[in-house]
């Protein structure tokens, strides 16, 4: 098997504070993971530190292929005047260079169906409800077409059937070989999916797996 991540005694430190305090992980290609824990267990932290957004102050991190990364609070600017398809097309970065070609345009509507979002392609961001824009952001990090997906709290705000959509186009993903690493404090999320593991955080530390 094609291990995608080893994070070996990862710390990350906010100041004094060990937000993440010597996790080590390991996860394979087409491995489903999830990460529990209470608020301020260090989920989000620990994700940052995987997708290389954050520096460990000790330990390492090492990643092997394409990665995508959906955070837990959208950070962009609701403003911004981008429509929808513009939006998903920028996950196809870094595959290519600074043009899309027919092949990156094809994998942005192929990942626009697969959330259910082709009809609004044409909407400016900023006219999107919370749960379509999540799923905006969902198919973003999709056309990248990532070997080890990172998602923190992808539920958050969408409806059950999104929720089921969500669940099934992961399936797919992982039976092509993706890894997902997958952060929520909602226990019913784990119901949805088969999981391999699911590791439970506490204090930053890892408390059973
Ligand atoms: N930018 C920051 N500066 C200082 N401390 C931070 C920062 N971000 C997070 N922390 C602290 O680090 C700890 C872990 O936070 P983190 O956001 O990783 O938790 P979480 O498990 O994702 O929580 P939640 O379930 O609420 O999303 C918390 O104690 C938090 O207060
Ligand atoms: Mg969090």
Avoid: W
């Amino acid at each position: 098997m094609t291990e995608r991540l080893r994070l070996t005694d990862a710390v990350i430190k906010y100041g004094d504070i060990r937000a993440v305090d010597g996790v080590s992980l390991s996860v394979e290609a087409g491995e489903f993971v999830f990460i529990t824990g209470a608020n301020g267990s260090g989920k989000s932290t620990l994700t940052r530190g995987i997708a290389g957004l954050l520096p460990l102050s000790s330990g390492t991190v090492e990643r092997n292929g394409r990665m995508s990364y959906v955070p837990q609070v959208e950070e962009a600017d609701r403003n911004f005047p981008a429509r929808v398809s513009e939006i998903v097309l920028t996950g196809t970065q870094g595959r290519g260079g600074l043009f899309y070609s027919l092949n990156d345009k094809r994998r942005a509507l192929q990942a626009m169906d697969e959330l259910g979002i082709r009809d609004l392609s044409r909407r400016e961001i900023r006219t999107l409800s919370g749960g379509q824009l999540r799923r905006v952001f969902l198919a973003r990090a999709l056309c990248g077409e990532p070997e080890l997906l990172l998602l923190d709290e992808p539920c958050a705000g969408l409806d059950s059937q999104s929720h089921e959509l969500l669940f099934s186009v992961l399936k797919a993903r992982l039976a092509g070989g993706c890894a997902v690493i997958m952060v929520t404090h909602d226990s019913s999320d784990l119901e949805g999916i088969n999981a391999d593991r699911v590791v439970t955080l506490s204090h930053g530390r890892i408390l059973h797996e």
